[in-house]
């Protein structure tokens, strides 16, 4: 399966990116019970498991705090984000899987879901191919 790096405009154009960023962001549907929901997701390979907005859980009907509690940090020296593991379907171009994920209502507004090694990174073999702007994701044989 082939994706487009997703081009982002930026606010103030700058000499490092010019006017626009490329980011490994696809679109992936999110499924719990009969439900489901279209959702922006960035593939991060330095993330150690999926990360989704609390809102598209309660979207598809989770009840959030009562999945199993996990810390987690980043980047930032700040840790001590809180989210918590639900079993749910993903689909991505076609393909559908169950896995676990971690819903969270410390995502950044306007930030995205992250697909992480547990989860995404485990499923597919992912190519990032920057210089022609595509991702290039294939489904590992078990």
Same mark, same amino acid.
């Given at each position: 399966?082939?994706?487009? #790096?997703?081009?982002?405009?930026?606010?103030?154009?700058?000499? /490092? $990116?010019?006017?626009?960023?490329?980011?490994?962001?696809?679109?992936?549907?999110?499924? #719990?019970?009969? %439900? @489901?929901? @279209? #959702?922006?997701?960035?593939?991060?390979?330095?993330? @150690?498991?999926? =990360? $989704? @907005?609390?809102?598209?859980?309660?979207?598809?009907?989770?009840?959030?705090?009562?999945?199993? *509690? =996990?810390? /987690?940090?980043?980047? *930032?020296? %700040? &840790?001590?984000?809180?989210?918590?593991?639900?079993?749910?379907?993903?689909?991505?171009?076609?393909?559908?899987?169950? &896995?676990?994920?971690?819903?969270?209502?410390?995502?950044?507004?306007?930030?995205?879901?992250?697909?992480? *090694?547990?989860?995404? $990174?485990?499923?597919?073999?992912?190519? $990032?191919?920057? *210089?022609?702007?595509?991702?290039?994701?294939?489904?590992?044989?078990?």
């Amino acid at each position: 399966m082939k994706f487009p #790096y997703r081009k982002l405009p930026l606010i103030e154009p700058s000499a /490092f $990116f010019g006017a626009k960023i490329i980011k490994p962001i696809i679109s992936i549907k999110v499924r #719990y019970g009969t %439900r @489901d929901v @279209d #959702y922006f997701t960035l593939i991060d390979s330095g993330a @150690d498991f999926c =990360i $989704f @907005d609390a809102e598209i859980g309660e979207a598809v009907g989770i009840a959030i705090e009562r999945g199993e *509690q =996990i810390e /987690f940090g980043g980047i *930032q020296a %700040r &840790t001590g984000s809180i989210g918590y593991l639900h079993d749910i379907t993903i689909s991505v171009g076609g393909l559908t899987y169950e &896995t676990r994920v971690a819903f969270s209502r410390e995502i950044a507004e306007h930030g995205f879901g992250i697909l992480g *090694q547990k989860g995404f $990174f485990d499923i597919f073999s992912i190519t $990032f191919d920057y *210089q022609k702007e595509e991702i290039i994701l294939k489904e590992k044989r078990k």
